[in-house]
């Protein structure tokens, strides 16, 4: 059994700004490309399909290490593993930096989801073991919301940053340099796994659902795919859509998207802390149709500030759905098990997003875009039937 400690209150705290630090950075250097994929399809000579299987290759990455991230984190530690994460991230952003052909992109995007997978799991679980005690709404948020939060960094970063320059190598080694930094203060981190699991367990993946879990976890599993599978289409297809539909000819338009579909969902995680379990998870929902409804009538008719308002509120739904479902885990889980469970969520999460995405590439160079993304929608709320099936918000 893996235990976990918590040091002072200051430590604690110190312990999970270095750990939201982490994850921050980790995601918005995944965010940079997607708003440049217009420009490096032109340069590669790229179509849109080939841009929608980056996703495919990101998820592949993320799948590889999420399925163990977590176990492995209580054997190696908490610290250990968001060194690594951050180590890999910034191994991605070199590659982007050298960039020669399409082949290169699949292989830093992929890269790029080993980081991602390890940030999900051990850096999560880092998060939540260090406000367990106090900063429960903060700790919970950003291990739900910090990945989209960050990748509205990244996006908005890299659009800014074009409307001045063309030249991208500085925006990449200035993530290296503070992933690196990051990665220097993690010492000062408290690491909160004292007593570990063996290496050969660790590698071990969880195939199972804990038994305490399964009355929630279909409910949980549901949300969280909806909720990522969803944002697909704004990680894969957000360039091609804003040239399409908005004659965007600049990164900007594709930044704003895809920042959009992703920095609200920060005030979720507040909304849903302040309601039932319930109302969070039914409003959220509701939400997420009525806001994906109003983006395709938007995109359809190439409405670009109603389309950004949608996508903001879309988001919103999103951080409120994915912040009630880590909750209602956390609420039924022994805290010692709270990396595998993170790894788990994040892990089903991953796999859904993956059949979305592949559906997704599939069709997107026979299909109109607003199509794609009325079949990515509705493939993921397919996915949220066997919770609701449940009845899991009984109580």
Known sequence: MTEVCHASNAKDLTSAIIAACAMLLTFA?????????????????????????????????????????????????RRLLVAAALLFGSLACALYIWLPNGAALQIARMVQGVSCGLTMSATSAFMLDCTSQRYRTFGTTIASTGCLIGMMIGSLGIGIYATFSRNYIPMFAVLIVLMMLNAILLPLAQETVTQRITIRKAIKPLVHIPKNLRPVFPLAAGCYIAAWGTGVFFQSLSTPAAVTYFQSSDPLIPALMFALAMAPSALGGPMSARTTTRFAVYGGTALLCVSYAILWVTLTK????????????????????????????????????SASVVSLINFTGYVGSTVVSIAMSTIANTLALSTVLMVGFAISMVFMIPGFATKALRK
């Open 29 to 77: 250097a995944v965010a940079v490309p997607v708003p440049l994929y217009a420009e490096y399809k032109i340069a590669l000579g790229l179509t849109d399909a080939d841009i929608s299987l980056t996703m495919v290759s990101y998820l592949t990455g993320v799948l590889t290490t999420l399925f163990i991230g977590g176990s492995l984190s209580d054997a190696l530690g």
């Open 302 to 337: 190439g409405m670009t500030v109603p389309f950004l308002i949608a996508d903001g509120v879309f988001s919103v739904s999103t951080g409120i759905l994915l912040s009630a479902s880590m909750h209602m885990l956390i609420s039924y889980s022994d805290p010692a098990d």
